[in-house]
Every structure is written in C-alpha cells, then in structure tokens.
C-alpha cells in the first residue's frame, strides 16, 4: 500500500515493479543508484519508497537509464498540426504525451470517428473505456462541426496510469481530471459528461444516469473476451433500431487483444439483426468494427 507522510505520498518498490512489469531487481538497482531522485525519508523507509509526484521522473529516469526510447507518440498529420480550433491544439497536446501512446485512438481513427459522427448526426452517443478523454474529444468535435446538442456519455474505471512496459512510459495520477481539463481547454466540456464507474455499474443505472437510446455506441473498454462480451451484450438493448456500434481493436495479432475478435467470432455472426463492417487501421492495423443494429 502506498505510505502517506507529511502530506505526500510515497510508493514502494516493490508496488511499483508487479504493475509496471518492471523487475524488482532493475527498478531497485536503479533506485539506489539514482541520484536525482528523491527516495523516502528513514521514517518509513522500510524498504525503498518513491514520493508520487516524482514517479514521472523517476520511470523518464529509468528508462534512460535503460536506454529505452521514451518518445514513443502517435504521429501527428500536417492537417491537424496546422489546425487552430482548440480542439486541436489540445488533441495535439495530448498526443505528445507518452501516456497516450499506443493506448488512444491514432489520429487516423480520430479522424474517422470525428467524421462517422458529423455523418450520421447521433442524438446519444456512449463511449466504453475513454482513457484520457482522445477519442471523446473527437467524436465531439464531431458533434460541434455540424452544430449537434448531443451528450456522449463516456464512463472509464479513471485509475491512476503507471508505466506497463514495453507499451507504456508514461504515469498518470488523475486521469479523470486530466480528461475533464482537456475536453475544457477543448472548448468541448459541454458535450461531454465523463461517468467514474465501472461499466458493468453503468448499464445497470443506465435508466437512471442516461435515460435515452443510444446513436452511437462506441466500445473500447475491458477488452478481455468476458469484458468486451459483458458490454456489448449489456448495451446491446439500449441501442436505437438504426443505431450504430463500433468496436475497437478487432485484430488481435496487432493489437494484442482477444476479446472484440471474440465478440464478432462467436456472437455478432449469428445476430441477422446487425449488419457487420470490418475497417483496416491506420498506422497500426489495431482494426475497427462498425455494425448497425437494423432489426
Ligand atoms: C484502450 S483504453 C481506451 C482508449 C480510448 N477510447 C481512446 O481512444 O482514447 C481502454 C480503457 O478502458 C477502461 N476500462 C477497462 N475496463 C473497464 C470497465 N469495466 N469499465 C469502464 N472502463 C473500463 C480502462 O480504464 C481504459 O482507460
């Protein structure tokens, strides 16, 4: 358990290494070699502890040390680049940030859910698993071009980011807030309503918190095979006849991830009551779903 003293808080080592995949042995070779980093005083320094405003530090520090490239990002297309809407410039912004990488939506597949939704012009559009608020700020984005009311709903677990090797070099500590900043400095706050909350506890309050067919459903959570098949058969029935659901990551030779293949092999096939277009991504092949719920 991280140690609070004198306000701050302070991880182990042995906290850190399990969820970043890092070896204990490396992460505590480093720690006591590096200088720059500031280890926790002897009051509570049963074993090696690191404050948690300088995890950033410290994992950019152990991953030079490394010689790992921290510098992974998306890459960003001249076009948005050169666009001066906010919602650009904060997409831009956040792009650069390592946490961001591979996890969100490339640009390309930003810029395809931006289109899909000024396209078919949804009423009410739900997002499972937003992250740190990329794709959302799309789809709005999305909205606001074709001068749309509409709310996306986008519900996320928002746990603290750590660094999870050999994908992620970043860390987080509030994505939530960092998600509510960004659709703001986004100029997009109002189209978005972030909900902190297991998706699961979602579709069971979905009466309560949401009240209203779904358009647009876009699934990018749990991406397990339980996890991706629990959200797609629990907000299933809250989709408009005509509405569209779209699922991320369906090649999992690239992505890495079973359980929207799993979702399309073993269930959407035998649904005639949706009609099924698998879309090749770009730069990496990660795959989206688009179905239409036509009955
Ligand atoms: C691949 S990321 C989503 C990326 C995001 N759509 C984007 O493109 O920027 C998957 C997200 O799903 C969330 N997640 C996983 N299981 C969840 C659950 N049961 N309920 C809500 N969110 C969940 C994770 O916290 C994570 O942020």
Redesign the pocket.
């Known amino acids: 358990m991280p140690v609070n003293y004198q306000n701050e808080t302070f991880y182990s080592i042995e906290e850190l290494s399990q969820p970043t995949n890092i070896p204990l042995e490396e992460l505590k070779q480093f720690a006591v070699t590096a200088k720059k980093i500031s280890i926790s005083p002897r009051e509570i320094q049963d074993a090696i502890h690191i404050n948690k405003l300088e995890l950033n530090k410290f994992f950019e520090s152990f991953l030079s040390f490394k010689g790992i490239p921290s510098d992974r990002q998306h890459k960003i297309p001249d076009y948005l680049h050169n666009c001066t809407s906010a919602w650009a410039i904060t997409l831009v912004e956040m792009y650069s940030k390592k946490i ?1 990488f591979p ?3 490339s640009p390309e ?2 810029e395809f859910l931006k289109s899909i939704i000024s396209n078919i012009n949804p009423d009410n559009i739900v ?10 700020i ?1 789809m709005a984005a999305g909205l606001e071009q074709i001068g749309s009311k509409a709310t996306i709903h986008a ?5 603290e ?1 750590l660094p999870w090797l050999p994908h992620r070099y970043g860390y987080l500590s509030d ?1 939530l807030e960092y998600a509510r900043n960004s659709a703001l400095s986004a100029g997009l706050g109002h189209k978005i309503k972030f909900h902190k ?6 579709s069971k309050r979905f009466n309560e918190l949401i009240n209203q067919p779904i358009d647009f459903l ?1 699934i ?4 397990t095979k339980e ?1 991706c098949m ?2 797609f058969v629990n907000f299933y029935p809250y989709v408009s006849t005509g509405g569209y659901i779209m699922l ?2 369906i090649y999992p030779e690239h992505c890495g991830w079973d359980g929207p293949r799993y979702v399309i092999d073993e269930w959407l096939i035998h649904n005639h009551n949706l009609s099924l277009v698998e879309i090749k991504t770009s730069p990496n092949n990660f795959g989206m779903a688009l179905m239409r719920k036509i009955g």
């Open positions: 961001n996890a969100a939506v597949q930003g997002e499972i698993g937003c992250f740190t608020g990329i794709s959302t799309w519900v996320d677990l928002f746990n980011i994505p909350m297991n998706s699961l506890e979602m876009f990018d959570g749990d991406h996890g629990s959200d991320h990551d």
